[in-house]
């Protein structure tokens, strides 16, 4: 019996005149892609295109909300109210599954980006605003959240309001022996070596096993293994990922198509 | 047999803590609101409040999408590609869909806003650019353009592409014996006696009757009227429409409801 | 000897087609306007106006810097590095100084605005991203910084710079015997009787004394009495603050020209 | 005695997490940096970190001042009026000011970006709403105006108000007869070939001659240049224009150093 592994990457992250990651190249590599929604980055002719270009290479698409921040890059906390992270992912979400009608495909899932996605780890309000939306929205959108212990309480928003929630793991971070991100703050917290993170997400999509920084090998549930694409290198590291897999008799595709 | 008319107006567009319009007040007079998405006024939270509003007074619910110019209102002409034009409608037609999912409902028109809506009189490709974009998202959903002579492209470039397209008259705007709109430029274009702009409306709706700047009677077909409720004696003049219509048997409805 | 006090209020934060506030008719009762700058509220046209009619009725003229948050309006803390807030500043005050130059005047003092003065009270590094701003700009400036227990560090680091600080207190809020203000989240916090707010305003501006929400009177240093004129009871009350103030006769005067 | 000509390229155009252009790289071949101010492109931290750069290398501080339009890079033409445009001008030049005195240098001029310039060239109540809105600011500034007959109304406006107008020309633009650019819509409108770019720009340097698109030689008073530096390519071509300049004994000096 085969494994099945989705990998996903965040696109469509151009904004106007201005040029960020390599969307053509790395849509080559991975099943499932986080497209911007415009709050953080991303505008509306970003999403026309970037959504075609997926469709064309049969990526399952998702919207990658993220905080009204564009100076910022979505990547600071804003203290909005769960009401508020509620309205700002439904406009978001709505917006891009318009372009996946003009496309002719359905949207598949749903991640938030940057400090929202931290921010629903650490706030049940927040994650569960953020579930609340997608459930209104469309409730076989799935819920991108992440693995291992830290991740528990914002897949459980999501799954106690019956949504399908796919545990994200992030081959290229360390994780501690409890099963949480090590902190960016730390040294050894990202991991550089290509061929250590592709076996990483081998261990991940075979068996449900990272090695933590301690040396313990802890198990954790994982459906999408998150992969970037910004530079050059990162995209040599996808496509090393991809192979790696592939070789071990794992299928990548979409969360979508999983089951 | 009964006459049936749409009255329409612009709603939701406050904008965080800003506030344009009454609302809640002029929601118990109209039978189509026209609710800005977030580029020229509207944001999240205030599309959320006012679809809901919208849907508890039984209120057809339209977007109104603008050119990306909040500081400007949407009210200057912006030179956007037709190209650039489908992709800004498109993006903010699937925000407001999302918020009707939202409350269960289902978006029923579109009319672009201000500078927008000008340069789809005056401009084929911009029309078809907007007629595009609802057709690609759907195909059920009304286009309202110009009624009269003056916007006969507007409508052609939705009825080509198979729309149900909803002729718009402006009962407080003073017509040439051409059909056209009298330019605000020039004297007497806007009609502010509240009982002839009620009387206009009447004619308008029960005849398809207009009486030109110049003493002409003029026909015009017309399915929805738009009125405003910017200040306190604008809600007057709608309830006063509103009354007329109805002391002479013409049904107030949605447009979505008026087969 | 007589005594001197500044009134201060936010003026200017409407936004293009949106109005906020009644600064024309509460310019009339104030000393020092504290003018958004285009981030939280506030555009260019907005500035030209409000600095316009400040100049025409002496009042001291004030940038009113916040986070980058139209939406928010400045009310949301935003995560953002001592680097970030001081180049923000620096934008802000440098767009009101070319607009104080349009009209022949000067700048008299800095405040920033909402979220971002309440995180300058909490964090050292802000404040001083803030001062060093200031400082960068133009040393002449008045740093507005909260009086009181609470205000310390945020004033020390104006002081330390070499900056004039202008100690600024609330007669609508409720202080704690230790002088700091009570907390919006606790009853009683905010002081909505008119006769009483007044009333307050006078023992600060006359003995430097507050009676604390237990009864004890304390004595803080004030120069800048912060009032509000967002709507018609608000300029009533500002009214009635400088009447009471003008016949115990405090002279009621720009921080400028305090000395 | 030696000729003396500018060389300006538009810097600082990155924004947030965007890059654009090689500012850094540019810097060395060019004597004056026209940098965005925040409204087409640029932000504070990118105009804090340019002029930090510009100091260094000694390159001539410009603004340079768009259309409120950061999704169309400031390229589309927008409806604003003279006194918005008057407004927004001020704004910017004063946000970059700021920068400039907290690096202790002095701007030295103004260059409108984009369609605001094209706006300018065509239209007298623009160009003179820009002239004004300098000379409001800082009358020693200078106001960078297109060169040749086509310009003549744009420079005017600016001269007839005491400014000092520095004629810009563009090497890699052909010419008509009549001394106007040749439309970008024409064939041969842009020049690519490096080599002709830099000999161009020696003789509108050396002579103030330019050989129009039908061979005639026509005379042209420039004191500024416009080079590109948005890519490796435009790079090397800055270079090759100073070193071609600089064997011909033609001094590369900022404008404000020219006389």
Redesign the interface.
Known sequence: MSKTIDLNCDMGES??????GMDEQVMDYISSANIAC?FH?G???V??KTIQMAVKKKVGIGAHPGF??????G??????SG??IR??M??????????C??HNTNLQHVKPHG?LYLHAVEDKDAARAIAESIL???KNLYFVALAGKKGETMRRMGEELGLKVAYEAFPDRAYTKEGTLVSRKEKGAVISDPGLVAKRALGMAKDGKVTAIDGTVIQMEVQTLCVHGDNIHAVDLVKNIKNLLETNHINIKPMGEAS
């Open positions: 904004f106007g005149a201005y040029t960020i415009g980055a505008d509306p002719g999403m026309d009204p921040d564009l100076l910022g890059f990547r600071r906390y804003m203290a909005c009401e508020e309205q700002y439904t406009y978001q979400i709505g917006a891009i599954q318009a372009f009608k003009t400090a209104s929205v469309d």
